[in-house]
């Protein structure tokens, strides 16, 4: 079997939902293409996040160098840092990495969206729980970034949640106005208002 048949491989998430074919994104002339989140993010030490590791595009054999180099730097972070490893030991390898040229970069609202679908670029949602604490407000939290699919999600999370999933939203709700304030909710209220009129027509 030739190398060409082995390739591409990739790696992704267990919670990403792809909604597209991915097949126009993957470019040989890198041998690995990795994920850019679309804003930077920092860890809870402070350490800054250019790159998540869940989405990742393997080309060909050159890239052993690369997943060598991002395993050791793992395994050396271990003994300095509290998890995640993974994301910042990628962010580290291909900062390391970007400038011989081995290194493509994927737009995160692209192939790993954790803030939903975005009409006309995402591919893939990345369901990724955006803080709660508890399961059923996980549940909610990433059925929510799904909800333009035609699958009626407030019955899914309804159906496993029960009575809490109406005190869930209401608590959800709340963390958001006290955050974004109330021409938030006044704004996400007469949306609603206007789609729930567009859909009786």
């Known amino acids: 079997m030739s190398e060409s048949s082995n390739f591409p491989i990739i790696l992704a998430d267990s919670d990403l939902v792809f909604l597209s074919d991915i097949t126009d994104l993957i470019n040989p002339q890198f041998c690995v293409q990795v994920t850019k989140r679309s804003k930077t993010q920092f860890r809870p030490d402070g350490k800054e996040l250019d790159y998540i590791a869940s989405f990742l595009v393997v080309n060909s054999t050159e890239a052993l160098d690369y997943l060598t180099r991002w395993s050791e730097t793992m395994g050396n972070l271990v003994k300095t840092l509290e998890p995640p490893f993974e994301s910042y030991a990628q962010h580290l390898t291909t900062l390391e990495f970007l400038p011989n040229g081995s290194v493509g970069e994927l ?39 799904v909800q333009h699919l035609r699958i009626d999600m407030n019955a899914i999370a309804r ?10 939203r209401a608590r959800a709700v709340i963390r958001r106005t006290r955050r974004k304030g109330l021409s938030w909710l006044l704004g996400a209220t007469l949306t609603k208002r206007a789609d729930a009129v567009a859909n009786e027509k």
């Not at 692209?110 to 006309?120: E, F, H, P, W």
């Not at 159906?159 to 869930?168: A, F, I, M, P, S």
């Open 159 to 168: 159906k496993y949640l029960g009575w809490r999933y109406d005190v869930l």
């Open 107 to 145: 737009d995160e609202d692209v192939v790993a969206c954790d803030r939903g679908y975005l009409t006309g670029k995402t591919l893939a949602v990345h369901l990724k729980s955006m803080g709660p604490s508890n399961h059923r407000e996980i549940l909610l939290s990433r059925l929510r970034k």
